[in-house]
């Protein structure tokens, strides 16, 4: 096994405290990872041989955000305001003060944001070490090209694990659709029709339930502005939107919005993920890193 990518497994038992290594070839070497030190992994990032990917938008006025129809209420992106610029209201310093809405951009859903978590966490008390995890990307981007309403099934998912092993213990299922070259237009990016419903493909039911109830996941995420698909899940029945409903409900997670997915491979990346801790907040956006072996 490579240096790099036992330190990605060092990683793991480190800062985890989560088994991440359902994917992986379980040889004698992998107990040396647990020798490995974080200085060990700062090292292979600094040699190259750990890439570190930013898989989170940059906050603008005007970004692409989420819109529900009437008579929902709606958040808004992102407003910068200036307080000084090197000038008579601060000669010597630049800041601002942003307002920015808990689910804008690059964000993560806590388990309180569905009324099936009411009673669950806020986004500043998820544990730490369940916002660091491997990451298990399902590429959907042909599929999603010619059906923009596309759902990952079950199926989809057991064809990943036919590829690549299980879907690792603690694992981020990542949903990669081609989304990210739409961003920054929010007419494109929100996939709305002539009509200007929106559309975008996301988890479907049925694989959903196959992984909160047959794996053992931290949460999903997706390179869209929803984690499903926004022109179906909103009429379904009998409950609207049944993926937030059932990955809230088991207390889970979600990230939505998630920048690059596309250079992630389909295994063997460590996502690490720090929303702003925003007390019993429903969600919170978020700087997302992915630690990828580049040999």
Same mark, same amino acid.
């Given at each position: 096994?490579?240096?790099?990518? %036992?330190?990605?497994?060092?990683?793991?038992?480190?800062?985890?405290?989560?088994?991440?290594?359902?994917?992986? =070839?379980?040889?004698?070497?992998?107990?040396?990872?647990? +020798?490995?030190?974080?200085?060990?992994?700062?090292?292979?990032?600094?040699?190259?041989?750990?890439?570190?990917?930013?898989?989170?938008?940059?906050?603008?006025?005007?970004?692409?955000?989420?819109?529900?129809?009437?008579?929902?209420?709606?958040?808004?992106? &992102?407003?910068?305001?200036?307080?000084?610029?090197?000038?008579?209201?601060?000669?010597?310093?630049?800041?601002?003060? &942003?307002?920015?809405?808990?689910?804008?951009?690059?964000?993560? +859903?806590?388990?309180?944001?569905?009324?099936?978590?009411? =009673?669950? =966490?806020?986004? +500043?008390?998820?544990?730490?070490?369940? %916002?660091?995890?491997?990451?298990?990307?399902?590429?959907?981007?042909?599929?999603?090209?010619?059906?923009?309403?596309?759902?990952?099934?079950?199926?989809?998912?057991?064809?990943?694990?036919?590829?690549?092993?299980?879907?690792?213990?603690?694992?981020?299922?990542?949903?990669?659709?081609?989304?990210?070259?739409?961003?920054?237009?929010?007419?494109?990016?929100?996939?709305?029709?002539?009509?200007?419903?929106?559309?975008?493909?996301?988890?479907?039911?049925?694989?959903?339930? &196959?992984?909160?109830?047959?794996?053992?996941?931290?949460?999903?995420?997706?390179?869209?502005?929803?984690?499903?698909?926004?022109?179906?899940?909103?009429?379904?029945?009998?409950?609207?939107?049944?993926?937030?409903?059932?990955?809230?409900?088991?207390?889970?997670?979600?990230?939505?919005? %998630?920048? =690059?997915?596309?250079?992630?491979?389909?295994?063997?990346?460590?996502?690490?993920?720090?929303?702003?801790?925003?007390?019993?907040?429903?969600?919170?956006?978020?700087?997302?890193?992915? %630690?990828?072996?580049?040999?």
């Amino acid at each position: 096994m490579k240096r790099p990518a %036992l330190l990605l497994i060092a990683l793991s038992f480190a800062l985890l405290s989560v088994l991440a290594l359902g994917h992986l =070839n379980q040889s004698a070497a992998v107990p040396a990872a647990r +020798d490995a030190s974080p200085a060990d992994l700062l090292s292979s990032v600094r040699d190259g041989g750990t890439k570190v990917i930013d898989c989170s938008y940059t906050y603008f006025e005007g970004m692409p955000g989420i819109k529900l129809p009437p008579p929902l209420a709606n958040t808004k992106t &992102f407003e910068l305001t200036n307080i000084s610029r090197y000038d008579e209201r601060g000669p010597a310093w630049y800041w601002n003060w &942003f307002s920015v809405g808990e689910h804008a951009g690059t964000h993560v +859903d806590a388990p309180n944001h569905w009324i099936s978590g009411r =009673n669950n =966490n806020g986004v +500043d008390r998820i544990d730490v070490s369940e %916002l660091i995890a491997p990451a298990a990307v399902i590429d959907v981007t042909q599929k999603a090209s010619s059906n923009p309403d596309y759902e990952i099934t079950r199926e989809d998912v057991l064809a990943w694990e036919k590829a690549n092993g299980r879907i690792p213990n603690g694992a981020i299922v990542v949903m990669r659709s081609g989304w990210g070259k739409r961003w920054p237009d929010p007419a494109k990016f929100l996939g709305l029709d002539s009509n200007g419903a929106p559309h975008g493909p996301g988890f479907g039911d049925s694989a959903a339930e &196959f992984l909160l109830k047959q794996r053992s996941i931290a949460g999903l995420a997706v390179d869209t502005v929803s984690t499903e698909a926004m022109a179906l899940a909103g009429g379904k029945k009998p409950t609207p939107f049944p993926v937030h409903f059932m990955v809230h409900g088991a207390k889970k997670y979600q990230i939505e919005m %998630l920048a =690059n997915a596309e250079l992630l491979p389909a295994k063997g990346a460590v996502l690490i993920i720090a929303p702003v801790k925003v007390q019993n907040g429903s969600g919170a956006p978020a700087r997302i890193y992915a %630690l990828v072996s580049s040999r």
